[in-house]
């Protein structure tokens, strides 16, 4: 059974930053591309990053390009996303996604979904 | 790459429920659908315009043409009162549209 567990949300002041995990289980985790989407209160989802499984290929929305990074470790089935310089404008449920298609990333549906973690960045 | 949904959708109980996405020339792409409830993730429903997702009701399909792909709820149940999301691939990222929520009278 596919399993995403997210982890490492909370409340940071504006300028903070934060580290989020995605602990992913009941697959071959280093075959299949990771994302991050991301839903504010009362809006609709956002991509935010993806990943490659192996890492080689990373993409991001423009809202957050050069604030987040995305990261893997295939050794222990975990994605990451650094948060740097948060704004209000992040707040939201961060969630994590599994790319549907081993190796392929461009066209593929998001199969599985992690509950989600919260972030909310206010003073 | 813009997704136009309308911003809601209402349907009696037991009959058919279209959800439109709008998109140029989005026939040529592969687009995917989502179930959206509150406190819950997001729910795969139909992949690569036409598929159902594992465990998804019959009543669920899609459809993809020129402008605009259509999510089709047949005989709608209670339990389909949700958020409907359509997303597509574009140029090394993924879009969502802006959503569509469906409520059952």
């Known amino acids: 059974e596919v399993q995403l567990v997210e982890s490492g949300g909370g409340l940071v002041q504006p300028g903070g930053s934060l580290r989020l995990s995605c602990a992913a289980s009941g697959f071959t985790f280093s075959t299949h591309g990771m994302t991050w989407v991301r839903q504010a209160p009362g809006k609709g989802l956002e991509f935010v990053s993806g990943m490659s499984g192996g890492g080689a290929m990373t993409t991001y929305a423009d809202s957050v390009q050069g604030r987040f990074t995305i990261s893997r470790d295939n050794s222990n089935n975990t994605l990451f996303l650094q948060m740097n310089s948060l704004r209000v404008e992040d707040t939201a449920v961060y969630y994590c996604?599994?790319?549907?298609?081993?190796?392929?990333?461009?066209?593929?549906?998001?199969?599985?979904w992690g509950p989600g973690t919260l972030v909310t960045v206010s003073s | 790459y813009e997704l136009t949904q309308p911003f809601s959708v209402s349907v009696a109980l037991g009959q058919t429920a279209r959800i439109t996405c709008g998109g140029n020339?989005?026939?040529?792409?592969?687009v995917h659908w989502y179930q959206k409830k509150p406190g819950q993730a997001p729910l795969l429903v139909i992949y690569?315009?036409?598929n159902r997702f594992s465990g998804i009701s019959e009543r669920f399909s899609g459809s993809n043409s020129e402008n605009t792909a259509t999510l089709t709820i047949n005989r709608v149940e209670a339990g389909d009162e949700a958020d409907y999301f359509c997303?597509?691939?574009?140029?090394?990222?993924?879009?969502f549209g802006g959503g569509t929520q469906l409520t059952v009278l």
């Open positions: 997303q597509v691939w574009d140029i090394n990222t993924w879009v």
């Open positions: 996604a599994k790319v549907a298609t081993p190796i392929a990333m461009a066209g593929t549906a998001f199969d599985y």
């Open positions: 690569r315009d036409v």
């Open positions: 020339d989005i026939g040529n792409r592969n």
